[in-house]
Structures are given as C-alpha cells and as structure tokens.
C-alpha cells in the first residue's frame, strides 16, 4: 500500500531480504511533483477543451525522461543506506532481486518464515 516508499523502507531496514522481479525491467516511478503538475495541466485542460460532460482520460508516464531499472535502483537504494543507515533497522540491509520464482521461494522460506518462528 505504500509503493516504492515502502519498500525502499523495509529493504533498509531489513526486512525485505528478497524480491521476485527481472532487474532489467523500468520501475516507472515518477516524482510526485511532476504527477501533481500533471493533474493541475489535465484540470486546467478540461476547463479549455469544453468536453460537456464528458470523460477525459489520460496516460501520465515519465520513463522516456529518466528510466531505471529495478536492478540499478536496488543498488542505488543500499548504498544510500549504507552511507545513511536507520537507526530501527532489525537486519543488515542486504536483500536482492531474484528472477528464478524458486530462488526466490526458497529465499523467503530461509529469511523471513524461519527467522519469524524463532
């Protein structure tokens, strides 16, 4: 429910030790500044464009101005947090991104379920 701000907290704090993913795929985050700006141009272009009732729709994307993978944005994140550790971190911040479905399983298995019943 709380987007990359989420996880980018639990990977700092430790508990996200693992992430089913293929790290060559965008990760379309978009600044909340530039979605902000975007819904006040779509508000004030509904009010010119006169639709009478009709719906507007719309597509907001900024991947095509500055893409990242989810792989380079997991290595950006742990050395921002390297430098700059929380002080309530419960394990090293050390997760990864697996693309094997059963790697990652047994990850979850090994570093989240088994910690969790000790």
């Given at each position: 429910?709380?987007?990359?701000?989420?996880?980018?907290?639990?990977?700092?704090?430790?508990?996200?030790?693992?992430?089913h993913c293929n790290p060559d795929y965008d990760t379309h985050f978009m600044p909340v500044d530039v979605t902000m700006n975007a819904v006040i141009i779509l508000g004030a272009e509904r009010i010119n464009a006169g639709l009478d009732g009709k719906a507007l729709f719309c597509n907001i994307s900024s991947d095509y101005v500055n893409p990242i993978a989810w792989g380079k944005s997991v290595?950006?994140?742990?050395?921002?947090?390297?430098?700059?550790?929380?002080?309530?971190?419960?394990?090293?911040?050390?997760?990864?991104?697996?693309?094997?479905?059963?790697?990652?399983?047994?990850?979850?298995?090994?570093?989240?379920?088994?910690?969790?019943?000790?």
């Open positions: 429910t709380h987007g990359p701000t989420g996880l980018i907290i639990g990977c700092g704090r430790g508990v996200v030790r693992t992430m290595e950006v994140c742990a050395e921002k947090v390297r430098q700059n550790p929380l002080c309530f971190s419960l394990w090293y911040p050390d997760g990864s991104i697996k693309s094997s479905y059963v790697h990652h399983m047994i990850c979850v298995v090994l570093f989240h379920y088994l910690p969790a019943y000790r």
